[in-house]
């Protein structure tokens, strides 16, 4: 992950509710304590649900409850870092995640909770985000983020101004960028599956997407470290999130009167870019 700079992740992190989560930089992976830490932030931040209206999902609200389901889980994902082979492939992980996914749904529903497929693959996919953050994640562990997935949310799935998220992911779904969508919240196994395959294909075919997109955003503080990429580096899903998603949050920003806190002419280009 070597363009996941400490700057993004504080990027990351600093946007996290609630508050606490921030101590996440000094959790390691290494303690399968740590993992349920993270495990039960995220899960009771609300971060895998934000379903509205009819979808809206009942779901466990005491911490010692929480911690104590996702336990098993996160006993796989300790497993996962310390006592099996890096992915060698994508197809390697892609069978892993479904089995954590899995894991999820079927630890809460025995504690009477009913989840989707669409908030289980986003509680993983964040929460390697969260993991990508320990302090011992980057040092130790970079192999196994390698084929991670990109968490499809309310960023990456509605578009907020970004073209990769607009085009791909929308025509990934229907072909076309002004149908409507399934709610990310709301998606099957193999929706999923397939917008994942697809970002994944896309991402690595256009390498230098990445470095477009940095060149326009030099003048954000959070990217005046983070380096151009070479010409054969291949940017994975799990990267491209990253940053992908600290540029989406700063062209959401607005100012006390309501206007967008970036100039038109900056939105204009980062919205040429695909």
């Given at each position: 992950?070597?363009?996941?700079?400490?700057?993004?992740?504080?990027?990351?992190?600093?946007?996290?509710?609630?508050?606490?989560?921030?101590?996440?930089?000094?959790?390691?992976?290494?303690?399968?304590?740590?993992?349920?830490f993270?495990?039960?932030?995220?899960?009771?931040?609300?971060?895998?649900?934000?379903?509205?209206?009819?979808?809206?999902?009942?779901?466990?609200?005491?911490?010692?409850?929480?911690a104590?389901?996702l336990?098993?889980?996160?006993?796989?994902?300790?497993?996962?870092?310390?006592?099996?082979?890096?992915?060698?492939h994508?197809?390697?992980f892609?069978?892993?995640?479904?089995?954590?996914?899995?894991?999820?749904?079927?630890?809460?529903?025995?504690?009477?909770?009913?989840?989707?497929?669409?908030n289980a693959?986003?509680?993983?996919?964040?929460?390697?985000?969260?993991?990508?953050?320990?302090?011992?994640?980057?040092?130790?562990?970079?192999?196994?983020?390698?084929?991670?997935?990109?968490?499809?949310?309310?960023?990456?799935?509605?578009g907020?101004?970004?073209?990769?998220?607009?085009?791909?992911?929308?025509?990934?779904?229907?072909?076309?960028?002004?149908?409507?969508?399934?709610?990310?919240?709301?998606?099957?196994?193999?929706?999923?599956?397939?917008?994942?395959?697809?970002?994944?294909?896309?991402?690595?075919?256009?390498?230098?997407?990445?470095?477009?997109?940095?060149?326009?955003?030099?003048?954000?503080?959070?990217?005046?470290s983070?380096?151009?990429?070479?010409?054969?580096?291949?940017?994975?899903?799990?990267?491209?999130?990253?940053?992908?998603?600290?540029?989406?949050?700063?062209?959401?920003?607005?100012?006390?009167?309501?206007?967008?806190?970036?100039?038109?002419?900056?939105?204009?280009?980062?919205?040429?870019?695909?």
């Amino acid at each position: 992950m070597c363009i996941v700079t400490e700057e993004m992740r504080k990027e990351f992190i600093a946007g996290l509710r609630p508050s606490y989560a921030k101590m996440l930089t000094a959790k390691s992976i290494g303690s399968v304590n740590d993992i349920v830490f993270g495990a039960t932030e995220l899960y009771l931040s609300g971060t895998p649900f934000h379903n509205r209206g009819a979808n809206r999902q009942s779901r466990m609200s005491n911490k010692d409850d929480v911690a104590v389901i996702l336990d098993p889980l996160c006993v796989k994902i300790h497993h996962y870092f310390f006592e099996s082979p890096a992915p060698s492939h994508q197809d390697g992980f892609d069978a892993i995640h479904k089995e954590l996914c899995e894991q999820f749904l079927e630890s809460f529903k025995k504690a009477g909770y009913t989840h989707t497929y669409g908030n289980a693959q986003k509680f993983i996919n964040v929460l390697f985000k969260y993991l990508a953050c320990y302090e011992d994640a980057e040092r130790f562990f970079k192999e196994k983020f390698k084929y991670c997935h990109m968490a499809l949310d309310r960023y990456t799935y509605n578009g907020y101004r970004l073209p990769f998220y607009r085009d791909v992911v929308y025509a990934s779904m229907h072909g076309k960028s002004n149908e409507k969508l399934t709610a990310w919240s709301q998606l099957t196994e193999s929706e999923y599956h397939r917008v994942a395959k697809d970002i994944a294909d896309y991402i690595s075919s256009h390498p230098k997407t990445y470095n477009e997109y940095l060149k326009t955003c030099h003048s954000l503080s959070v990217f005046v470290s983070v380096p151009l990429l070479c010409e054969d580096y291949v940017l994975t899903p799990f990267e491209a999130e990253f940053f992908l998603w600290a540029i989406a949050k700063r062209c959401q920003e607005k100012e006390e009167n309501g206007a967008y806190t970036y100039t038109a002419a900056f939105v204009r280009n980062i919205k040429s870019l695909l």
